[in-house]
């Protein structure tokens, strides 16, 4: 079965600082990776997601995410985070003939503070 | 263009009641999927169409949740008899139904409490 955890379940960061969330998924075949981000009372918005080729994937409001296939991960990263960025951050998969549904991690809350 | 909309977007039942939550996916989306996040966890998977055709509903947690997609296009998810543990935000998401790994468009959920 295939299954997501994200590590962390708050991360405080101030504002301007790097930070990482991390990511590890269970499959026992290929898969599509993805992170999501929620912001209060609002629905899930694609970050960006990894389907194949270039391990270093980047995608909106300046984050990037590297798939590692020999530690099934995909953490998430930003260099410098600002305010905005207080949300909380999904990390998911499908994979080849699952018709499509994400399998979700617990998520984890970004809390930026000034 | 319009994103993935839901109705109602707060919904408050008494248990025992039924409730039915709408789902007005993207136009011309193909694919249609219904979440539950329970507080503090991530979504999980309910139900998928494609068109109106439901593929899957192994997600669905008894018998007495119900989807239906008639003309493929907007959906409900219809729950009977609400209980307290089914208090959780609904989410739907639509797709263009082409490919694994395609993204999901999800709407701002539809927060279910169930007294």
């Known amino acids: 079965a295939q299954s997501v955890t994200q590590l962390d379940s708050q991360v405080p960061v101030f504002e301007e600082a790097p930070v990482e969330l991390r990511c590890n998924y269970s499959s026992s075949v290929s898969v599509y990776l993805f992170w999501y981000v929620q912001y209060p009372n609002q629905g899930l918005q694609l970050l960006l997601k990894?389907?194949?080729?270039?391990?270093l994937v980047k995608g909106i409001n300046g984050f990037e995410a590297e798939f590692n296939k020999s530690q099934t991960s995909f953490h998430l990263r930003k260099p410098s985070v600002h305010i905005s960025d207080t949300a909380e951050y999904f990390c998911a998969l499908n994979y080849g003939g699952s018709q499509g549904n994400l399998i979700f991690g617990k998520g984890t809350k970004l809390s930026v503070k000034p | 263009g319009a994103g993935v909309s839901q109705s109602p977007r707060y919904k408050v039942a008494k248990r025992g009641q039924d409730v039915a939550l709408r789902c007005d996916p993207i136009s011309g989306h193909v694919s249609l999927f219904w979440y539950q996040q329970a507080l503090g966890q991530g979504p999980e998977f309910l139900t998928y169409f494609q068109n109106e055709a439901q593929l899957d509903k192994s997600g669905l947690p008894s018998d007495r949740f119900f989807a239906e997609r008639p003309e493929g296009s907007v959906s409900t998810l219809k729950i009977q008899r609400t209980q307290q543990e089914d208090s959780a935000v609904y989410l739907c998401?639509?797709?263009?139904?082409?490919?694994?790994?395609?993204?999901?468009?999800f709407g701002p959920g539809t927060r279910l409490l169930v007294l």
């Open positions: 990894y389907l194949s080729g270039s391990t």
């Open positions: 998401a639509s797709g263009l139904g082409l490919a694994d790994g395609e993204t999901q468009y």
